[in-house]
């Protein structure tokens, strides 16, 4: 099996992993395994931010990946999901300054937060679709036309159309792809990954 090939199917596992987990650092894993050979494995702490709340308040939890499991490694501080006011009683919370912003969920406003995120936990990461899949992920963006066509074979998206321009012209311009990892990939390939985008794989 060719280096090449081997690094794009384990790629394509801490991308499948980080999908199902909702980690976006998976993401950089899989991207750094395709572009450098692994180095990104050792050197990329694997940390994720989860949303939790109660009757009153809303925070972060921080979990680290070690030893084979995920660890609670810290909460941000609590905020009155009535009042947006900062839980003050007790000190050594993490700063929600912390939480980056594409993994933040809450917001001051929203009565029904979490509804709300249980809707979104099994879809494609929500933040990059509120983007219209722009960007799509590292991972993705990493695959050249060979892999894309592997990797397309294993979802199913609604169609999502272009105007006034081909899906190259679309994916290269305004999805950030490369034209030459493009190079290739047939015009229904191309319709399904454009869509895979704006579903924000």
């Not at 879809?123 to 894309?148: M, Q, V």
Request: proline share 5%; charged share 25%.
């Amino acid at each position: 099996m060719k280096r090449r090939r081997f690094l794009f199917w384990v790629g394509l596992g801490l991308f499948q992993l980080g999908e199902r987990l909702r980690v976006e650092a998976f993401d950089e894993l899989a991207a750094g395994v395709m572009n450098d050979g692994g180095a990104a494995l050792s050197s990329t702490p694997v940390v994720h931010w989860r949303a939790a709340r109660n009757e009153a308040w809303v925070w972060y939890e921080r979990e680290t990946y070690r030893e084979g499991r995920w660890m609670l490694t810290g909460i941000t501080t609590p905020i009155n999901s009535k009042t947006g006011e900062p839980y003050t009683a007790l000190t050594g919370y993490l700063d929600p300054s912390l939480v980056p912003l594409d993994e933040r969920v809450w917001t001051n406003d929203d009565e029904d937060t979490a509804a709300t995120g249980a809707k979104l936990e099994h879809l494609p990461h929500p933040n990059r679709r509120a983007r219209h899949g722009r960007p799509p992920s590292k991972w993705l963006r990493s695959l050249n036309a060979e892999e894309l066509h592997v990797w397309l074979a294993t979802i199913d998206v609604p169609e999502a159309g272009v105007s006034g321009m081909t899906y190259c012209e679309h994916l290269t311009r305004d999805h950030f792809f490369d034209a030459e990892k493009l190079e290739g990939l047939s015009i229904d390939d191309q319709a399904k990954l454009h869509a895979a985008a704006h579903e924000g794989y």
